[in-house]
Structure formats: C-alpha cells, structure tokens
C-alpha cells in the first residue's frame, strides 16, 4: 500500500490506498490482530463482562469505549494532546522500514501473549490455548475470559497507547513517503 499511495495518479485511488494504508497500521497495533489464526485472533475466546462477546470485539472496541470514551474526536483529541515529543521519537526512529513493522507487530504480540491478557496459557515451548492443549480446538465448554471493570481498567492505559502509536507511526510512513 506504500507503494502503490506513491504511484497512485488518481485522487480516488489515492485515498482508497490511503485508508487500506491506515488500516493495516491500525490492525498491526491491536494486539488481538497479531495472535493466532485457529482461534481467528481470540473471535473464538468468550468473554464474560459487559462487553460484547468475545475477546476480539473487547479489545477492539469495548476497551475503547469503556475505558478511554465513546465520542472518537474527544478520544482522538485527547490522544494527540498527551504525546511528547520524545513519545514519537521513541516510537518511530529514523525509518520506517521493513524491520520497524515487524517490530510493531511484534509489540502487540508481545502483549496479547502477556498472562494479564488471559489470551493464552504460557509455557516452556510458547503460548498455549489452555494447559492441555497447544492450539485452539472447539469443546461443549468453550473458553471465558472474565472481563469486568477491572479487566477494562487495567488494559485501558495499553489500548491508549497502541492507538497513540499507530497514529504517529501512520504519520511517520506519510511523511517519509512524501518527503521522497
């Protein structure tokens, strides 16, 4: 999508790339979105709470609105506001290449693995759907993470960053393309 936003001729190609662009840079920072594929990136979790309905949608939108608000430009402003300068110097370094997406990804990987997330069960040999079973497979009793205020509460702050982050880093890769 770099790529092809840097030869784009036409407006409306332009902004359709544009908003592939912003997407992927979005999902990469959803920690859900770089989990593992057999439980379709927690889709296949339940939760119990007052969100929707898997662990997926809690962190996709249910912390958002639970925890940051429900208005987007309030939450967007508030966002922009609380970034330092040494925030987006950390955040992006010199380039972004290749390697610093891969980093990207790896963060949210980092934190949907983390045991506080209850995505997955760690052992010696990696992330495990429970203690018995290495990969996500489909039982009468399905598995429930528990998500309740204090579930929303603590994962808030993190949510608050990885949009912070993906909004500087799609702000970093504009500007390295449009400096060239």
């Known amino acids: 999508d770099i790529r092809e936003l840097a030869l784009a ?3 409306q190609k332009k902004l359709e790339t544009l908003k592939f662009l912003g997407h992927w840079v979005g999902d990469v920072h959803q920690p859900m979105h770089v ?3 057999d439980d379709r990136g927690g889709n296949s979790i339940k939760e119990s709470g007052p969100c929707s309905n898997n662990l997926h949608s809690v962190w996709d939108t249910c912390i958002i609105e639970q925890g940051l608000g429900d208005d987007p430009l309030e939450i967007a402003d508030t966002l922009y506001k609380s970034i330092s ?3 987006r110097q950390s955040w992006t370094g010199t380039e972004v290449d290749l390697d610093a997406v891969i980093g990207w990804a790896n963060e949210s990987f980092a934190i949907t693995t983390s045991p506080d997330v209850e995505y997955c069960v760690q052992k010696a040999d990696g992330c495990w759907y429970s203690d018995e079973e ?4 489909i039982h009468d009793e399905e598995k429930t993470v528990r998500v309740d205020q204090a579930y929303i509460d603590r994962h808030a702050g993190t949510v608050k960053k990885r949009l912070q982050m993906a909004g500087v880093r799609l702000g970093a890769i504009l500007n390295q393309l449009f400096a060239e």
């Open 134 to 137: 290495r990969t996500f497979q």
């Open 85 to 87: 300068n040494a925030d």
């Open 35 to 37: 989990s593992f594929s």
């Open 9 to 11: 001729q036409d407006d």
